[in-house]
Each structure stands twice: as structure tokens, then as C-alpha cells.
């Protein structure tokens, strides 16, 4: 099969042909021409099947042929998705794949200045892809409308919902016109996602591709048993064993990810880590020093890491155990690309053992036990069929400026109000205790009128 075939213009093939695709992915072969015939979809596909063509090409072709005036602060293509990094991927997607093409088209993300957004928006836009938080943000300002939105799709909706943007996208979707063209795209299906479906899309096709359970059967996995306090020393040992790939090292929260860089760096190995507490600039820094080689090593946050793509990784390495067991084939899968063999190699401590077995039971497989690095103690093999939940989840959360409201406090429920010790009626959630002021001998007395 052929990208002519689907039902895509000339112009664009060979666009794409010239880009150096040559034939469409399965998951670009079943969407693109239900997304020209106007249909809704749910599309159940991971990272790296080649979503983003398969909605943006049909989409491009679609406003290229029906151009119109945009009226400024207006979009015609509203794309959301969980993260900076994905967000700017898609947009330079819809860059390349619209390119000779009089389509306009802009990225709203948090982190950098609302300046050059807002300039953006006053022209009017065929595409926008935006993250939730930004989008609200401008919306909020007065400076985006969205009753011209003709098709809006929701990226990692997944992704979105576990980071707390669940509220965001119900008020998104709600700002949008009825009459419109939805597509969603999720590497898992939770109840919350069927039920976004269900109430909001009409008669979705749906499409699944690459069930999440498998795995690359180019990439190499291993797990080894150590304590906590020798994981540090373990990923020294895999960096300068393993001098001469490109490494990407997952941590669960942004403080691992800061410490591991600062050990790998003590022992001379140059090393940039990625995660929400990053500005923007620092962000496109770290990931621009990879790309290139200049860093070897990325320390990510799996919130974080979500849209980066970049070729020739040769190890990943799991410092910590997800505690969703998705994640663990999201995670491996940033190795073993474009047909390249690829080592995944996870760290499991006594309290991740309950993880390693959830993510075994997943992808079916028994993960090989690995001998840790010299000079390294490692753990005998457990029993993991003994293993119980840890009662306390590390989660990273989303950056301040991206988080939704309420996000933090258990989806948007009230704090509970302060009590007072003489019985007397609770202060609101959230004031500030009474303070007493000193009497000013100076200033007189307020008159009773």
C-alpha cells in the first residue's frame, strides 16, 4: 500500500515522498481515509506507530482544499496534547507535511512568554496544538475563541487524564461547537477514556494498532535486583560500560531525575535532565545537546519524555519501576527504532517488586535477571508472586503553570476547614489566621460616621 492510494492529493505525497516516507504505517492505512470521510475516531495506538500523519495529513489535505477566512483569535484544527515537547513535535509534523501550502498554523505551550502566542492567535489559525493549561490560559484572556473549531483531537488522551487534565479537556471539548469532527488517540483505554468517547464523540470508528502490552521484538530486556542505595552506583557502572550509546534514564519524580544527573556528572559523565521544573529553553537545550551527541545521557520524567523522538537511542535505562505497567512499554519503546536493536535495562528494589510483576503479567514475558555492575552487591532473585503493593506511590505531577485547578488537591475537592479549639464555627478553606493589631496611640480614634 501506497500513501496514493488512501485517498491523498498529489501535492502531498509527494511532500511526503520527498520527506523520505514511502509507504503508510497500519495505523496511517486504517485512519487516514475514515478522518477524510469526516468520521469521528478513537484510535488506540502507542508512541511511535505514526499517529501524527494519520491525522494530520487528512486534515491538511481537507483545509487546503476548503480554505477560508480565519477570524483572528479563531482555529480551525484544535490539537491537545499532555506536553511541551510533544506539542512542538506535532506542530513542526504539521510544518513539514503542509509545506508549499498557504496554511497557517501555530504552538501554544506553557513555560515561555504569552507575547508571540498572542500575536500568533490575532491572525487567525488552520492549526493550532496547544497544551491544556496554555490553551485555557488565552482562552481565559480573551485572546482564543473556539466556535469555528471544525475538528479537535485529543492526543495521549491517556497521558492527559493521569496527569490531572481531565477536567481541562471536559471544558475544552464543551467551548468547542457541537457540530465538529473529533478524534482521540490513546495508547490504553481506561473507563474514563470510553466514557469521554461515549459522551462526546458520535459513532467513532474505532481503530487499534501495536496492542500496548507488546514489546519491540528487537529490544533486549533485563532487570536487575538492588537496593535503593545501590541504584546510583549500578547507573555509573551501565554509563561507562556502555560509553558509546545514547542513553535515556527514566526516574519517577523530578527530584530522582536532578540527583541522578548530579551523581553521573560527579563521576565525570556529562549528563541533562528533562522534567516539568524545567523552563522551556532549558528543556529544548537538554534535548537539542542529545539529539546532537553532546550529551550522552538524558535523565526524563516519564511526563517529560513524552513526544521525544529521537533516533539511534541504544539504551534505556528504568532507574525506577513505573507504577503503571503501560508506562514500562512506553518507556523501553524510546530504543530499537527504524528496525535498530536496542537494551532495556530496569533497576528493582524490594518496594518496586510488586511493579515487576504487573509488568511481566502485561507483556507475558519473563524479564532475564541481570548481574549488577562490578563492584555493585546485588539482591537474590525474589519471589515475586509474594510481592505486595508499596502503600506509598511516588507520582510526578505536572508543572505548576500546566497544572489544572484543584489538580493538586484531590481532583478539584475542597480542603477541609480549619477546626477552632473553642468550638466556634470553621474558618474557610484556605484563610489565613487572624491577626491582632497593636493599638497606634498616635492615630485617632475612627469618628461613628
Known sequence: MSFDTLGLD?????????????????????????????????????????????????????????????????VRVLIVSPTRELAAQIHASVRTYSKGLSLISACVVGGVSMRQQKNALKRGLDFLVATPGRLLDLADQGCLRFDDVETLILDEADQMLDIGFLPAIKRIIAACPKTRQTLLFSATMPKEIKAL?????????????????????????????????????????????????????????????????RRLEGSNLPAAAIHGNKSQNQRERALGAFREGKCRVLVATDIAARGIDVPGIGLVINFELPNVPEVYVHRIGRTARAERDGLAISFCDPEEQYYLRDIQRLIKIEIPVLPAPDGVEGLKTPNLEDARKPKVVQQQRPPRRERPAGAGNGQGKPKPAHKRADGGPAKPAGARPTRRRRPNKSRPAASAG
Open 197 to 261: 468517547s461515549r459522551d462526546h464523540l458520535h459513532n467513532p470508528e474505532e481503530i487499534a494498532v501495536a496492542a500496548v502490552s507488546k514489546t519491540a521484538d528487537k529490544i533486549e530486556q533485563g532487570v536487575m535486583h538492588l537496593t535503593s542505595d545501590n541504584k546510583i552506583p549500578a547507573i555509573v557502572g551501565l554509563v561507562k560500560k556502555h560509553s558509546e550509546k545514547q542513553i535515556i534514564v527514566f526516574t519517577r519524580t523530578k527530584r530522582g531525575a536532578d540527583r541522578v544527573v
Open 10 to 74: 498529489e501535492i502531498i505525497v509527494k511532500t511526503l515522498t520527498a520527506s523520505g516516507y514511502e509507504k503508510p504505517t497500519p495505523i496511517q492505512a486504517k485512519a487516514i481515509p475514515v478522518i477524510l470521510a469526516g468520521r469521528d475516531v478513537v484510535g488506540l495506538a502507542q508512541t511511535g506507530t505514526g499517529k501524527t500523519a494519520a491525522f494530520t495529513l487528512p486534515l491538511i489535505q481537507r483545509l487546503n482544499k476548503n480554505q477560508t477566512h480565519t477570524r483572528p483569535g479563531s
